[in-house]
């Protein structure tokens, strides 16, 4: 299966988008998290969590990139049912100085049983919506590291790791103790896959509802992504990383966003730029994350508390 798209951006631009996978979850609709396994100069193996059909699967696929040629090509090594074998493609050739043709090849074969129909379907919209999320980003004609935006908090907390993790995982308890938090809709599957969708009310007194994919991991990490980002982004994922110390915890809270300049400026003012945008997203998003580590802290103390 093949899929194209021009796009109106230099090819070394296009290529660094698909290059990066790390970003992958705040450019990509489908994308949900990815963790390397390795890492070289020009070849890399990783494991991909994606919404495919309506549903998180996860695989594991190596690359090999060739900036020279602007080729990246991958295969799946491990895969999840009904699929039994995948790889493909990307290329991005120079149409005319600042326009690109991107192209996307797949190939596959599924297990015994499957109707290859279904999942040449999937390949289809995910593929399109690939195409389409990358145009976005690389047509806005901004820096990338000046759309996407990673930063962090760590804070020291005087409660158990186990404590923190815990209040994090079960957030169906956030209405009763994280005030911006009105109402959560929690499911999980077996492979600790959460679904989450919750309304939260801003520090101005705006209404938002998110949904959410959450990856749990052994009691040391959460990672996310935001399914219904807020408008003033194309997408946002993030994780909490947990670990105990010798007086407590330190917590770690990592965001990465993906900015819509043009929606920014409607909600920050016309003279909005980027920068501006990174620092409120930076000052808002931690702010919400360092209330929330405090509710768990006053959770624990007040149920340690004597009656």
């Excluded at 389409?132 to 990673?150: C, K, N, S, W, Y």
């Excluded at 991991?217 to 982004?233: G, N, T």
Aim: aromatic share 8%.
């Amino acid at each position: 299966m093949s899929h194209s798209k021009v796009v109106q951006a230099a090819p070394e631009a296009v290529y660094a988008l698909v290059a990066d996978v790390t970003k992958w979850p705040v450019i990509f609709e489908p994308s949900v998290l990815v963790r390397h396994l390795h890492r070289g100069p020009n070849e890399e193996r990783f494991r991909l969590w994606a919404t495919v059909n309506g549903e998180v699967n996860n695989w594991t696929s190596r690359r090999v990139l060739d900036a020279a040629q602007r080729r990246i090509t991958f295969e799946q090594e491990r895969n999840q049912a009904p699929i039994a074998s995948m790889g493909g493609s990307w290329s991005f050739h120079e149409i005319v100085p600042g326009t690109t043709k991107v192209r996307l090849d797949h190939h596959f074969t599924v297990v015994d049983g499957t109707d290859s129909d279904l999942v040449a379907d999937a390949v289809d919209r995910n593929s399109e919506t690939e195409l389409a999320a990358l145009a976005r980003i690389a047509e806005l004609g901004h820096r990338i590291d000046d759309v996407i935006h990673t930063f962090e908090d760590s804070v020291r907390l005087d409660i158990s790791a186990a404590e923190l993790y815990d209040f994090v995982y079960h957030s169906e308890r956030w209405p009763e103790h994280v005030p911006h938090v009105s109402r959560i809709e929690l499911t999980e599957d077996d492979d600790a896959v959460q679904l989450m969708e919750m309304d939260t009310v801003t520090a101005g007194g705006i209404p938002h509802t998110t949904k959410s994919v959450r990856i749990c991991s052994h009691r040391e990490r959460i990672d996310y992504k935001q399914l219904l980002p807020p408008a003033m982004l194309f997408g946002h994922s993030g994780a909490w990383e947990f670990a105990d110390a010798p007086d407590g915890a330190v917590v770690t809270a990592r965001h990465t966003v993906a900015i819509n300049p043009a929606v920014a400026r409607e909600i920050l003012g016309a003279e909005t730029d980027l920068a501006d945008a990174r620092e409120y997203l930076t000052e808002a998003l931690s702010t919400n994350s360092r209330n929330t580590l405090l509710c768990a802290v006053r959770y624990f103390q007040t149920r340690k508390s004597p009656a």
